[in-house]
C-alpha cells in the first residue's frame, strides 16, 4: 500500500468549509484514494472513496488532480459533530484484507 | 442501516485469563475481520476471516489469539491467555467483499479490554 502524509491536526470553526490534504507520491495505477472518520471511542467509518478527479456524496467531497500523488477531503460547514480523526488510505482493488490505518488528522472543530 | 454488533462494551479481566469478544457482522457479508487500537495509538489490522478460515493475519496475531464463526451469525474473538499489552479496543468489521479498499469495510462500535 502506498504511504500517505497528512497533517496530524487541524482546527476549525462551525459552519466554515474544512479541506484535509492527503500526499500519497508511490501512488499506484489501480491504487484508490480513501477515508475514514473516527470519533473518540468508536470505530472507524468508511466517508468516501476515489480513483481521479472528483467524488461528492451526502458527507463529504473529494477532490483528486491529475497526477494523483495528493487528494482532498473537502467538509461543507463543519460542525461541533464533525470533530473525529480522519484518516486517508491508498491501496489497490486487488490488493489485500487489510485496511493500514495512518496516524490520521485529528480535526478539532470549535464553536 | 444495518450496523455491526459487539459485546460487551467493556471487559475487564485478570492477567492470564481467557477472554472471547463477541461480533454481530451485518448479515449479507461475507469476510470478517478483527482490528485493535491500543489507547492513542493507530489502529491495527489483526485478522481477517472468509469461508470459515483465516484469509489473512498480522503479526500481532500470535497463537494466544483464535477467532471462530461458531453459527451462521456471530464472529469472536478468544484471546487464551490475556497480558498487560493486549488492553485495548477491539473493533470487529464485516465487508461484503475480500478487497480492503474497494469494498468498504464496516467497523462496531468496539470491546474495551482491560487487563489487570
Known amino acids: 500500500l502506498a504511504k500517505t502524509t497528512q497533517p496530524i491536526s487541524m482546527d476549525s470553526y462551525e459552519g466554515q468549509e474544512v479541506n484535509i490534504t492527503c500526499s500519497h507520491n508511490?501512488?499506484?495505477?489501480?491504487?484508490?484514494i480513501t477515508w475514514y472518520q473516527q470519533f473518540p471511542s468508536q470505530g472507524p467509518r468508511f466517508i468516501i472513496q476515489g480513483y481521479k478527479t472528483k467524488v461528492t456524496n451526502e458527507v463529504a467531497s473529494l477532490f483528486i488532480p491529475a497526477d494523483r500523488k495528493s487528494s482532498t477531503l473537502s467538509l461543507p460547514r463543519v460542525s461541533l459533530s464533525d470533530t473525529a480523526v480522519y484518516y486517508c488510505?491508498?491501496?489497490?482493488?486487488?490488493?489485500?484484507?487489510?485496511?493500514?490505518f495512518g496516524s490520521g488528522t485529528r480535526l478539532l472543530v470549535r464553536p | 442501516e444495518p450496523e455491526v454488533t459487539q459485546t460487551p462494551s467493556h471487559q475487564v479481566t485478570q492477567m492470564g485469563q481467557e477472554v472471547i469478544l463477541r461480533c454481530v457482522p451485518i448479515s449479507n457479508h461475507l469476510y470478517f475481520y478483527w482490528y485493535r487500537q491500543i489507547l492513542g495509538q493507530k489502529v491495527e489490522f489483526l485478522v481477517s476471516?472468509?469461508?470459515?478460515?483465516?484469509?489473512?493475519k498480522s503479526e500481532i496475531f500470535d497463537d494466544q489469539f483464535s477467532v471462530e464463526r461458531p453459527d451462521g451469525s456471530n464472529f469472536t474473538l478468544k484471546i487464551r491467555s490475556t497480558k498487560l499489552e493486549d488492553s485495548a479496543m477491539y473493533f470487529c468489521?464485516?465487508?461484503?467483499?475480500?478487497?480492503?479498499?474497494?469494498?468498504?469495510?464496516?467497523f462496531g462500535p468496539g470491546t474495551r479490554l482491560t487487563v489487570l
Open positions: 508511490n501512488i499506484a495505477t489501480n491504487d484508490y
Open positions: 476471516f472468509y469461508n470459515n478460515e483465516i484469509s489473512e
Open positions: 488510505l491508498v491501496g489497490a482493488g486487488d490488493s489485500s484484507y487489510k485496511l493500514i
Open positions: 468489521a464485516s465487508s461484503e467483499g475480500g478487497t480492503a479498499i474497494t469494498d468498504t469495510q464496516y
